[in-house]
Structures are given as structure tokens and as C-alpha cells.
């Protein structure tokens, strides 16, 4: 992989890499995505991926064993259409990279214009010899086009050429748990000029319409009445026999127009994909690709972070930064960002808590306000759900308990660890809401909608803790933190702390409503039947009793109760032939290991940091950081920031630098799964809360800069309160 800053280039085929590729050269728009699968047959190993925003698949749980409160389904974003399909055979021979003779290759994602290329020249087992150059983008001014420039050149004599670009609907998910397609056929047509193909989704029941145009040249020259209709059981297309000379190029032009009824407001899903391929015929291919260009550089203009001295920096976090674009542009609510975005089938491209902790800070920066919003209230129109979550697990009077995973507010995922016991999720929403009036200063969201989310999840708080008579204290039983190689633990250090804040912040949100806008406050108590004076004083009791684990001779937090029960082994001490250990090891092993895949204590640390001294901080840095192994993607980010703070820029760099290029480098060894795009937005935190040390303190904001010492200059902007905040450090 060659280092570019403004570019992702491999410029070797290599067939053991093709999947890796296909999940690094995604190309999507927020509202679909595409992974970088060839556009021609290929036989080797491979992903076969298309996704859509907000259209989804309730696949039935599969569990060895089944458990009360466990969901019945696990949702999963669902592999479409594969409307970039197009077959070549030369004199009669298919053109495949898994069986041709590769003799040069290119491949190229230009992030600064949102264009993938790729160029090879191969010699196939009939010893022709072709040179084809694939340009392809998924417009972001044009919602629902993708378009595909195809060149095929006859290098060493003439040949017949046959091209067949098509549609194919009969596709399946990798992840399916029984193994079944999740789309119904319901029409399909093709004639010489375009196909058109509808599906609509089991259960769920959501329509989907790929309508193709096509344009055919000849060494520039239009060949007129070329194609022939193909059509098969949920597949349609056109094929075009042309004969070449030595040296002559056909040129394929496919538009597609992509509609569902999630991001569009019409029943005749056909008509809108039609006039969608048609409209981008008649502009054509170089048009629509300035028009890309042109918007994607607006775009960088707003949120470009630009690094001197170190063009690994450099292309790391453009990386993330284009890949968090092309996944969520926040102008639908109803959306949200997976995990995976529109790479991968991995977690099922459900919205996890990752959304509030870790992305939500990026788009208040660099998108604004409004899209910052959509995404509590995302949260927010599914307070209902998380209502009936907890009280599937037992809780009452509305408790809310956001899912771990969920694609409309429903909990989905099927672990038990997971879904009964990683609750910290509860809190990110709280601290979501929190660091959006803290940046935005909008308080005003609390009357509106915050107090009554806020509400549910203290309440949740306060029948999920424990009193202990053996103690005197409050305990919080049978959980899992963020470490996620530790399950079922009691009085998790960070848990207990999040919980406590989410009960003091509810408490205080509640009291500036009552003050500022008591009509507001009146109703809001009256629809959740809030007892003030026996609800307060609980809550205030559990505040004050709250037992949080730590070791007095070192001076720390601890993890969990009972943590320094474990063997203390360090991580420099691991043979790295054993990492992964999640790959290596047996889950029993890690288990009982110390090792932690994330700190749980250094994300509280992150968090508050305002509620710890500088020393408190150090102190616990170098215990946890020492015992992580970063098999999570949300791990490194937090340590980066952590470790500018305390002035140690070695480390921070070192985590900077895991964070920034975890798939670049593909450090979990896992990029073929997809990309880890929530985690990207940890990347951007990395720089700017942690090289830059940007802050807002009392409604402003202040930066406290600390760069590596080889960068010459880190330049930024930041959308801050209706104004764009431009930052240069040296």
C-alpha cells in the first residue's frame, strides 16, 4: 500500500488481498455504499457487497442456547443488488484477474474527489492481451447515481468483444444465519438501452428499484443499436458484440439510478430510478465526475485536517475523515453510522453505542449543529424501544435501556454479555446529549426533547444498582465494560461511575428546566409520572454510597472488583505470535487474563477528565496501557488523547498513528471484514483533542497544542457555534 495524502493506491495485484482491497477502496454517499468489488467476473475469494442506508433484515437469532430476554432476531443491513456487474469475454474467453495472467496493475481511491480507479493489463489463456481502465464513483449531489466509465483496448491484434453490463439481484448476505436471501423478486424488465430491477425485502417489506443506462463507443464514437436484452430470475442486462482492431478501445457507460422509499417520497420507485440513470446519461460520464470533484472539494474546504512533515499521518486521518463522509451526511434522522458503514456485513451495519461516544463529536465539528442533532434524535424517536427493552429484562415504570445494537430502537443483538450486561451503552447516550449542549450550547434541547431520554436512563440506573448490607455501599452487579474480555464482573469502575453522573446530569437538567421553561417541565413530569421528592432523594442517596473499586497502595482505579486477582502480566511480555489473542487464544483464557481489550477506567478518564487531577490520570495511564492489547478499535484513540494530555507524545503518536491506520495497516489482521468506520472517528479526536488539545471550557473554546515533535505544522477547521473556527499550529 503506497503512502499518498490524498490517495489509497496499490499498484501490485495481489489475489491473497482482493477482500482487504475491496474494503479499503469503498466508495458510498450516506446514503449507499459499494465495496471496491471488480466490476468484471472474478473467481477468486471475495465480498460481493452493495448496501443501502436504513434498509435491513430482522434475521432470526441462532444461539446454541436460548435465553429468557434474548431479542428473536438480529438485524443486519442487507447485501443488494449488485448493480455494478459487468462481463467481459474476449474472442469467447471471460475475462477474470483470478485466472488471467496480471501483468500490470493500478488501483486508485482519489479521496480528495470521491473517484475509484483502476487499471490493469492482462493476457488471457487465449493469449490475448487486454489493458482496461475501471473509473467508478457513487455521486454525492446526485442521491441514488452510481456510474461506471468500463474501457477495454485489444494491445497485441484484433479481437471480438463481447460486453455485457447487468444487474444482478439474486444476491445473498455472507452473514446470513441459515444461509437464505432476504429479498423477494418483484419485477423486473430490459431492453436494449436500459434494465430495470425491484426487490423488496422479506419482513421488513421495503421495495428497492436499480434501473441501468447504457453507452457504448468505439475509439470515441458512439455504436449505435449495440446491445441486446439478457434477462434471467432476477438478473437483467444487455450484451454488445464489437469487433476491434490492434489498439482500439470500447467504452462502456453504465448509470444507475438506486431509489427505495427510505430516502425517497414516491411510490413509483421505477419512475425515480429512471429519471435518475436518465438525467446522468444526458450529462455524461466527465460531467458528473467534475460535478463529484467539484462537491467533495467543498466538502474537504469545511473539515480537512492537514498535517506537515509526515504523509502516514497525512493519508491516515484523511482516511478516516473520507470515510466517515461517505457514511452518514446526517440530513436523514431515521440514519445512523455502523460500524461498518457501507464496507462490510460485520455487526450487522447496526448503530451501536460507538454513534454518541465517539462519532458524535466529529460531525458537531465539521457538519454543524443540525446534523449533530439528528443523531439524539435518532435516540430520541426510539425512547419508546429502549422503554420496552428494560422492561423485557424486568424493569418498570419507564426505565429506559438503549440496545447494544439496533436498527430502529429495538435491541438485536444475541449475545448474552452483550445484551443483558455491556449497559455502559446506557450512558453514552446521557454523555451524548451532555457534549451536545456543552459544544453547541443549545440547552434549550433539554425542554424539547433531552429531559425525557435522560429520565428513562436514570431511572434505569437507579433499579439496576444494588444496595449491599455487607458493605454500606451501592454495587452494580453482572456487567461487562467496554473491555469486552471480561464478562459478567461486579462493580465495573466505569460502569459505576457513568451511571452515577448520568443521575447527578439528569438531576441538574432537570432543575434548569423547572427553571427555564417551567410549562415544558410541568408536562414532562406529568407524561413520565416523576415522583420529585422520593426519585431525587434516591437518586441523590446512590450518588453519595456508590462503591467504586480501587487499589489504595498504587493509587488507581480499578477495572472491576477483584482485577489484581489475575496474574499481571504485561503486554511487552506476550509472544506476538499470540496476537490476536481473540484469534489465538481461547475465550476462557482471555477471560481469566488480565489483558484488556479496551481500558475501561481510561475511558471514564477521557470522559471526565475534569474531574480528575493531572496525576490521577498519569497514574492510571501507565498501569492500563501497559495491559491493553488494542483489539478493539475504539481502544487507541482514547489512549492517544490521554497520553498528549500527560505530555507523553511518544505514546500518543504510537496511538495516534494504530487509530488513524488500524485498516490502512490492518493491524487486527480483520480488514477484508469491512472497514471500522465509528472507530475512524477516534482518528480525528486523536488529532484535535489530542495534538491540538481542543476543548470547550465555559462556552468557548480553548486548545492546548502538543504535536509530534517531526511535524512541522497541524492546520484544521472546526464549526463551532455558527462560526468556522480556523487553526493552524506550528
Given at each position: 500500500m503506497m503512502v499518498h495524502p490524498w490517495k489509497i493506491i496499490e499498484d501490485t495485484f495481489i489475489p491473497e488481498r482482493v477482500k482487504a482491497a475491496e474494503s479499503l477502496f469503498s466508495i458510498g454517499n450516506g446514503k449507499m455504499g459499494q465495496r471496491a468489488n471488480f466490476?468484471?467476473?472474478?473467481?477468486?475469494?471475495?465480498?460481493?457487497?452493495?448496501?443501502?442506508?436504513?434498509?435491513?433484515?430482522?434475521?432470526?437469532?441462532?444461539?446454541?442456547w436460548w435465553k429468557n430476554g434474548y431479542p428473536e432476531y438480529f438485524a443486519k443491513v442487507l447485501n443488494s443488488a449488485f448493480?455494478?456487474?459487468?462481463?467481459?469475454?474476449?474472442?469467447?474467453?471471460?475475462?477474470?484477474?483470478?485466472?488471467?495472467?496480471?501483468?500490470?496493475?493500478?488501483?486508485?481511491?482519489?479521496?480528495?474527489?470521491?473517484?475509484?480507479?483502476?487499471?490493469?493489463?492482462?493476457?488471457?489463456?487465449?493469449?490475448?492481451?487486454?489493458?482496461?481502465?475501471?473509473?467508478?464513483?457513487?455521486?454525492?449531489?446526485?442521491?441514488?447515481?452510481?456510474?461506471?466509465s468500463y474501457t477495454v483496448q485489444a494491445l497485441n491484434s484484433a479481437a471480438d468483444i463481447e460486453i455485457?453490463?447487468?444487474?444482478?439481484?439474486?444476491?445473498?448476505?455472507?452473514?446470513?444465519?441459515?444461509?437464505?436471501?432476504?429479498?423477494?423478486?418483484?419485477?423486473?424488465?430490459?431492453?436494449?438501452?436500459?434494465?430495470?430491477?425491484v426487490m423488496q425485502t422479506k419482513k421488513t417489506g421495503f421495495p428497492v428499484c436499480?434501473?441501468?443506462?447504457?453507452?457504448?463507443?468505439?475509439?470515441?464514437?458512439?455504436?449505435?443499436?449495440?446491445?441486446?436484452?439478457?434477462?434471467?430470475?432476477?438478473?437483467?442486462?444487455?450484451?454488445?458484440?464489437?469487433k476491434v482492431r490492434k489498439n482500439e478501445?470500447?467504452?462502456?457507460?453504465?448509470?444507475?439510478?438506486?431509489?427505495?422509499?427510505?430516502?425517497?417520497?414516491?411510490?413509483?420507485?421505477?419512475?425515480?430510478a429512471k429519471g435518475i440513470a436518465d438525467n446522468a446519461k444526458e450529462t455524461g460520464f466527465l460531467r458528473l465526475k467534475e460535478e463529484q470533484a467539484g462537491a467533495w472539494q467543498e466538502k474537504w474546504r469545511h473539515c480537512d485536517v492537514e498535517i506537515g512533515g509526515d504523509e502516514k499521518a497525512q493519508q491516515g486521518v484523511r482516511f478516516c475523515i473520507f470515510q466517515l463522509l461517505q457514511t452518514y451526511t446526517g440530513e436523514d434522522p431515521r440514519l445512523n453510522v455502523g460500524p461498518k458503514g457501507f464496507t462490510g456485513e460485520k455487526y450487522g451495519g447496526s448503530t451501536y453505542w460507538d454513534t454518541e461516544a465517539y462519532c458524535l463529536p466529529f460531525y458537531l465539528s465539521t457538519a454543524g449543529d443540525e446534523v449533530a442533532r439528528n443523531l439524539l434524535l435518532y435516540r430520541h424517536s426510539q425512547l419508546p424501544q429502549a422503554i420496552d427493552n428494560a422492561k423485557k429484562l424486568g424493569f418498570t415504570d419507564g426505565a429506559a435501556l438503549y440496545?447494544?445494537?439496533?436498527?430502529?430502537?429495538?435491541?438485536?443483538?444475541?449475545?448474552?454479555?452483550?445484551?443483558?450486561?455491556?449497559?455502559?451503552?446506557?450512558?453514552?447516550?446521557?454523555y451524548a446529549i451532555f457534549n451536545y449542549i456543552r459544544y453547541t450550547g443549545d440547552r434549550d434541547y433539554l425542554s424539547t426533547h433531552g429531559l425525557e431520554v435522560l429520565i428513562g436512563i436514570a431511572r434505569f440506573w437507579a433499579q439496576r444498582i444494588t444496595w449491599s448490607e455487607e458493605r454500606g455501599k451501592y454495587v452494580m452487579l453482572g456487567v461487562t465494560g467496554p473491555n469486552e474480555y471480561e464478562n459478567n464482573v461486579n462493580n465495573n469502575w466505569y460502569t459505576n461511575y457513568i451511571a452515577c453522573w448520568c443521575l447527578r446530569y439528569t438531576k441538574e437538567s432537570m432543575e434548569w428546566v423547572r427553571q427555564n421553561h417551567a410549562a415544558c417541565y410541568d408536562e414532562i413530569i406529568k407524561k413520565t409520572h416523576f415522583d420529585e421528592l422520593n426519585e431525587w432523594a434516591q437518586w441523590d442517596d446512590i450518588t453519595t454510597k456508590m462503591h467504586f473499586p480501587r487499589h489504595e497502595k498504587l493509587n488507581i482505579f480499578l477495572q472491576q472488583d477483584g482485577y489484581m486477582d489475575?496474574?499481571?502480566?504485561?503486554?511487552?511480555d506476550l509472544d506476538s505470535a499470540q496476537r490476536p489473542l481473540n484469534q489465538k487464544w481461547s475465550w476462557d483464557r482471555i477471560l481469566r487474563s488480565c489483558f484488556i481489550k479496551q481500558a475501561d477506567v481510561l475511558q471514564g478518564l477521557y470522559f471526565f477528565e475534569d474531574d480528575f487531577d493531572e496525576d490521577?490520570?498519569?497514574?492510571?495511564?501507565?498501569?492500563?496501557?501497559?495491559?491493553?492489547?488494542?483489539?478493539?478499535?475504539?481502544?487507541?484513540?482514547?489512549?492517544?488523547?490521554?497520553?498528549?494530555?500527560?505530555?507523553?507524545?511518544?505514546?500518543?503518536?504510537?496511538?495516534?498513528?494504530?487509530?488513524?491506520?488500524l485498516d490502512l495497516d490492518d493491524y487486527n489482521k480483520e480488514v477484508g471484514e469491512g472497514l471500522h468506520i465509528t472507530s475512524m472517528a477516534g482518528s480525528w479526536l486523536a488529532v484535535i483533542q489530542g495534538f491540538a488539545g481542543m476543548r470547550v471550557r465555559d462556552g468557548q473554546l480553548t486548545f492546548n497544542p502538543r504535536l509530534p515533535k517531526h511535524w512541522t505544522h497541524l492546520a484544521f477547521n472546526v464549526n463551532f457555534r455558527g462560526e468556522i473556527v480556523h487553526c493552524k499550529f506550528d
Open positions: 466490476e468484471e467476473a472474478y473467481s477468486g475469494e471475495t465480498l460481493q457487497g452493495s448496501y443501502i442506508g436504513g434498509v435491513y433484515y430482522p434475521d432470526k437469532t441462532r444461539v446454541g448493480w455494478i456487474g459487468i462481463d467481459v469475454k474476449i474472442n469467447g474467453e471471460t475475462l477474470d484477474l483470478h485466472t488471467a495472467k496480471v501483468i500490470d496493475f493500478y488501483h486508485e481511491l482519489d479521496m480528495q474527489h470521491g473517484v475509484l480507479t483502476r487499471r490493469f493489463t492482462a493476457e488471457l489463456s487465449n493469449k490475448i492481451k487486454v489493458a482496461v481502465e475501471a473509473v467508478r464513483f457513487v455521486s454525492i449531489t446526485r442521491t441514488g447515481l452510481g456510474a461506471i455485457t453490463p447487468f444487474t444482478d439481484a439474486g444476491v445473498k448476505n455472507e452473514d446470513a444465519n441459515y444461509d437464505e436471501k432476504f429479498w423477494d423478486f418483484v419485477f423486473q424488465s430490459a431492453t436494449p438501452d436500459h434494465s430495470t430491477i436499480w434501473h441501468s443506462n447504457y453507452v457504448l463507443l468505439l475509439d470515441g464514437n458512439p455504436v449505435e443499436h449495440a446491445f441486446v436484452p439478457v434477462e434471467k430470475t432476477a438478473w437483467a442486462g444487455a450484451s454488445a458484440k464489437v478501445k470500447v467504452t462502456l457507460y453504465k448509470y444507475t439510478g438506486i431509489t427505495n422509499l427510505q430516502n425517497r417520497n414516491t411510490a413509483d420507485l421505477a419512475t425515480a440496545p447494544m445494537v439496533t436498527m430502529n430502537g429495538e435491541e438485536c443483538h444475541n449475545e448474552w454479555e452483550i445484551t443483558f450486561e455491556e449497559i455502559h451503552r446506557n450512558g453514552a447516550i446521557a489475575k496474574e499481571q502480566i504485561l503486554v511487552k490521577a490520570i498519569r497514574r492510571n495511564f501507565h498501569f492500563y496501557e501497559a495491559r491493553t492489547v488494542h483489539e478493539s478499535s475504539l481502544s487507541p484513540c482514547v489512549h492517544a488523547v490521554l497520553a498528549a494530555k500527560i505530555g507523553d507524545m511518544d505514546k500518543a503518536y504510537e496511538m495516534y498513528l494504530r487509530t488513524s491506520r
